[in-house]
């Protein structure tokens, strides 16, 4: 088992950016690929990034490559999503989640986070 906690949402203006941080207790988040997804009201959950196991991998949803940058400490078992020049669209609640597969479909992770919320303002 593995519960994840998610920490750093807020609210922040257009152009600017938060980290979140993704800390994990029971089981090493190195045994997982970790993933970030996100929930906007009225809206299906999405893919964000995912990073590998190994960390040597990574994948973005197009619109936040370039913006995001997902990573892992292995020491801190902590998975962190650096967001820089947010948009309104970005605004969700933004969860964390753990599976054993390096995928970007959210029903193959099988642990989540209770999420955390991100707001965007002109």
């Known amino acids: 088992q593995v519960q994840l906690v998610e920490f750093g949402g807020g609210s922040v203006q257009t152009g600017g950016s938060l980290r979140l941080s993704c800390a994990g207790s029971g089981r090493t988040l190195g045994s997982y690929a970790m993933g970030w997804f996100r929930q906007a009201p009225g809206k299906e959950r999405e893919f964000v990034a995912v990073?590998?196991?190994?960390?040597?991998?990574?994948l973005y949803r197009d619109s936040v490559k370039g913006r995001f940058t997902i990573s892992g400490d292995k020491a801190k078992n902590t998975v962190y999503l650096q967001m820089n020049s947010l948009k309104l669209k970005d605004t969700a609640v933004y969860y964390c989640?753990?599976?054993?597969?390096?995928?970007?479909?959210?029903?193959?992770?099988?642990?989540w986070g209770q999420g955390t919320q991100v707001t965007v303002s002109s």
């Open positions: 990073i590998s196991s190994s960390g040597g991998y990574t």
């Open positions: 989640a753990a599976g054993m597969y390096f995928v970007t479909d959210k029903g193959r992770f099988d642990y």
